[in-house]
């Protein structure tokens, strides 16, 4: 029986049959949630058939050094950005064999949060080759493991309906 919360687990799964049905592969950019999507993804026997890799980039030196976010993007925008998000996600794709990616980034708590960006603000994008990033902010109650938890659905949820959308969605 895995680790991972029953329905977190089934998710990747999903997420997983879809991948291995379209002959793909996945790779993860994870700050906040400090690599739990993988440890999700690699509880299931089978995934090194569709997930390649997880960056787990916490510090800004990380993310520059690891997926090539700008220090100027971070300085600006901040860790918890849009654009950091994007630029996440692009890394991850440009240094994996992968062809979809996912990237989060978010304020997990019981700290950091400020009044713009509040405990609870995680920044999601999933790319696919060239298509521009799709993106999403959530704002997600409760104590730091529900968000992170949260997180992780929210993430392998899109993902998921990426992949069941119409090809020219995305």
């Not at 890799?53 to 600006?76: D, I, N, Q, W």
């Not at 992968?98 to 989060?104: D, R, T």
Request: some cysteine; charged content about 20%; hydrophobic content about 40%.
């Amino acid at each position: 029986m895995p680790s991972t919360d029953p329905s977190l687990h089934q998710a990747a799964t999903d997420v997983g049959q879809l991948l291995l049905a379209r002959r793909m592969k996945l790779a993860a950019a994870e700050s906040c949630t400090g690599g739990w999507l993988s440890k999700t993804i690699t509880e299931i026997n089978g995934c090194s058939d569709w997930f390649d890799c997880s960056f787990v980039a916490y510090s800004y030196e990380a993310k520059e050094s690891m997926l090539g976010v700008s220090r100027v993007t971070l300085e600006e925008h901040g860790a918890v950005s849009r654009e950091t998000v994007v630029e996440m996600v692009r890394g991850a794709l440009s240094r994996s064999r992968a062809n979809i990616a996912v990237a989060i980034t978010g304020i997990a708590g019981p700290s950091g949060g400020t009044p713009g960006k509040p405990v609870g603000t995680v920044w999601l994008a999933w790319g696919r080759g060239h298509h521009p990033p799709v993106t999403e902010m959530v704002h997600l109650d409760g104590d730091r493991e529900a968000v992170r938890r949260q997180t992780v659905a929210a993430a392998l949820a899109g993902l998921k309906s990426i992949l069941t959308a119409p090809h020219e969605a995305f």
